[in-house]
């Protein structure tokens, strides 16, 4: 008997250790991508519509399985109602009129899919496209750090009403609805006066609002655009966009949390593309500096560039960075991998390199896989203090030179991928190592 419990103490202790290493990147004991995800959605036949989404809602509605709506046009739901839908329900976009849903402020959306039934928000073409359609608009008034209180949606929306495209107050605790496991694909439509819309936009979204399991892909904007708020994300996926994966402005303080995001450098916009992109404003001017800068606490993420040969993609300029820090912000990263880039970061050249600004933004525990440059600002040739300060024994991050298939689990397996990391594959903390562009 004090054999087998001896035994049993071994293995569980084994057992723990080896769970308890899966730190950084996403996390989890099983795979969470399963089941509920779709790596291959232009394959996918989602039905004929049945019912069709037009003008606006402006009284509770409940969207059901046994149906496929069309949603036509730009959607508003108004006057506090609550657009509910049913697991596995499909709502195919228009692409003639270039579809988007707006929940505007006070208005909720409860999308509630199960891994086993996500909710799809798709193309109704039988060729999709990256930028069908529009996008996903929820609007709170959660604070914001533009002048006044409020601000309005720019994207050539078509409201009855100007209250149902703005968005912010002093609300921290603005619930918008829930997302989780659901799926948006090919959204993104480009217009000639106001660019690109984003899959997701989340505008003064407060953080009794859910967003969780959502997967984007195949945009032809922002994957998840956040502007303001104090929502918190996770178990989100971005795969494929065109431009950013995740992008954070005019004060948000946000938690992105065991989220993943997969570029491709075959898809990229010429215009330049990053998994995330951190900003208080897009003018300076336009910024109430009494109020707060955006904050993003950034936790087990996973940013990896997939590509067939790294080296000559690189070479040919079609990779860049994973994630731009801007000025006047807050940034912290931790447990997570960057894998595939060139450079890893770029700090805007406008951040003034002090104890203030660099205690302000933050990588720590981050495995930095197969990048070409790790932390550099933008327009220096030499970032060797940078590295150095990143590189140092402090802040435990860790560099790394290896294939997707030996980092991760199962990155190659196009139906269903495992982006957890390798755990015997990381490497000891060390000072520094430095690239060496002749390998």
Known sequence: MKNFITTALIFLLVLTN??????KGIIGYDNWLDSWTEFKPSH??????????????????????????????????????????????????????????????????LAKGT???PIVFTSNRDTKKAGDWGGI???GDAPINTYGQLASLNYGLKPSSTEHIAYGGNNTESDSGILKYVRIEFAGKRTKKFGYFNALTLAGVGNQTVIENVMVSYGAGNSYNVLGGSVILEKLVSYRSKINDYEFNFGTQCQLINSLAIRSPYVSSANGSRCMVI?????KEESDTSKRETFVNAENLTLVNVSDDIKTDMSMGLVQEAIFVGPDVSFAINKSVVSGFYPAVILDDNIKLNNENLEKIQFTKTYFNNC???????????NDDLESWYGSRAFSNLYAKGSDKETFIAANDNKNPDFRLQVNRIIASND???????D
């Open 115 to 117: 891994q086993t039934d």
């Open 44 to 109: 996918t036949d989602y039905g004929e519509p049945t019912q069709i989404l037009s003008g606006k809602i402006s009284k509770d509605t409940k969207l059901l399985k046994r149906d496929v709506y069309l949603l036509l046009g730009d959607v508003f739901v108004t006057d506090s109602a609550t657009l509910t839908i049913e697991p596995g329900t499909r709502i195919l976009a228009d692409y003639d009129t270039k579809a988007s849903l707006i929940v505007t402020k006070g208005s909720k959306l």
């Open 372 to 382: 070409k440059g790790n932390i550099y600002k933008k327009g220096y040739t030499n």
């Open 432 to 438: 520094f190592i430095t690239d060496d562009d002749e």
């Open 137 to 139: 608009f929820l609007l």
């Open 18 to 23: 080896c769970f308890a290493q899966q730190e």
């Open 279 to 283: 900003k208080s404003y897009d003018n």
